[in-house]
């Protein structure tokens, strides 16, 4: 992936990116993870690295060649799938400085975080369903990473293009990027037509039946 086609899609909005996937019946919205870290309207973008929690004490899990986080590719961004109805938190402070010197872009749990406080005055950004104090320990452990997992009601291939804002995360396959990154540039133009047009006098009506 170039830098210079991720900072194309830097400068577009998730909402925009959800509008384009939808009209290419793409699913790729993730419905309910929103932005912890950091505290300010960042944007980010990159490369999946994908992550299978399951529960702690069940079926014996192979022991992986290096810990989930220390495995990050520079510039990735760690996306967690975490068992249904985990209560516990699967990203903590400890785990944004390694992955923040490792490179990574962010991460995305299909769960909880905590150490919020610590996430953001590092800067890391982490998107999360949600907040616990209590660490995983005993509650959940990794069975792979690398591989394809579900994360936030769709699926996520190692590699995929991951985008998180202030308004969520959205997921773009990589053999679709081109196609979705064009999309969204040809809507975000439309966009900026209607917004003129709007700010002139038009009416929400006159503009809709126009353009959409």
């Known amino acids: 992936m170039s830098d210079t086609r991720l900072e194309r899609l830097l400068a577009l909005s998730t909402c ?7 009209k290419l019946k ?30 702690a004490g069940g079926a014996p899990v192979e022991k992986l060649p290096a810990h989930h986080v220390d495995a990050t590719p520079k510039g990735s961004v760690v996306v967690i799938s975490c068992p249904p109805g985990t209560t516990t938190a699967n990203w903590g ?38 907040v616990s104090i209590h660490g995983s320990t005993g509650y959940t452990s ?5 591989a394809p997992i579900a994360c936030g ?15 969520g995360v ?22 900026e037509k209607v917004t003129r047009e709007l700010e002139a006098g038009a009416t929400i009506t006159a503009t809709f039946a126009k353009y959409r």
């Open 16 to 22: 925009q990116v959800a509008d384009a996937i939808d």
């Open 26 to 55: 793409i699913r790729g919205h993730m419905p309910d993870i929103i932005m912890l870290s950091p505290d300010t309207n960042s944007r980010v973008a990159g490369p999946a690295h994908t992550v299978l929690m399951v529960p």
């Open 93 to 130: 402070g400890l785990m944004s400085t390694r992955a923040r010197a490792l490179g990574a872009a962010a991460v995305v749990v299909d769960g909880r975080a905590r150490d919020i406080e610590e996430h953001r005055a590092m800067g890391f950004p982490v998107f999360a369903r949600g």
């Open 142 to 146: 990794v069975a792979s990473y690398g």
């Open 153 to 167: 009601g769709v699926t996520v291939r190692q590699g995929d293009i991951v985008l998180g804002d202030i308004n």
């Open 170 to 191: 959205v997921v773009i396959p990589q053999e679709r990027f081109d196609e979705v990154l064009a999309k969204t540039e040809e809507l975000a133009r439309i966009e």
